[in-house]
């Protein structure tokens, strides 16, 4: 399984971002698909997430401004960053959730990086 994120760069605050993440190696309308960030040196937090049956959950600090989508067709989840902040400023991982028998496996894309300029 791998997962390919793109659409990352910088932006000034206000602005927009629409973020990609193609996964391979199976379907993904069988899976929960997210986006997680992480700051250098910070824990990192669950953004956006999308279970196979198509409901969202969001983190507070991103709810209105962020929308999580997919297309199972194209194996791609997508999210569209509007009205940035300098604080969404991070690397963004698309996290591919699979129920094993043991827990919950997680496949992690190579990030993108997203900067939000004051």
């Known amino acids: 399984v791998q997962l390919q994120a793109s659409g990352g760069g910088l932006v000034q605050s206000g602005g927009s971002l629409t973020l990609s993440c193609v996964v391979s190696?199976?379907?993904?309308?069988?899976?929960?698909i997210g986006w997680f960030r992480q700051v250098a040196g910070e824990d990192g937090d669950g953004v956006a997430y999308?279970?196979?049956?198509?409901?969202?959950d969001y983190a507070d600090f991103v709810k209105g401004r962020f929308t999580i989508s997919r297309d199972n067709a194209k194996n791609t989840v997508y999210l569209q960053m509007n009205s940035l902040k300098p604080e969404d400023t991070a690397i963004y991982y698309c996290?591919?959730?699979?129920?094993?028998?043991?827990?919950?496996?997680?496949?992690w894309g190579q990030g993108t990086k997203v900067t939000v300029s004051s």
């Open positions: 996290n591919l959730r699979v129920a094993l028998p043991r827990g919950i496996g997680n496949y």
């Open positions: 190696g199976l379907s993904l309308a069988d899976y929960e």
């Open positions: 999308m279970p196979s049956d198509g409901t969202t």
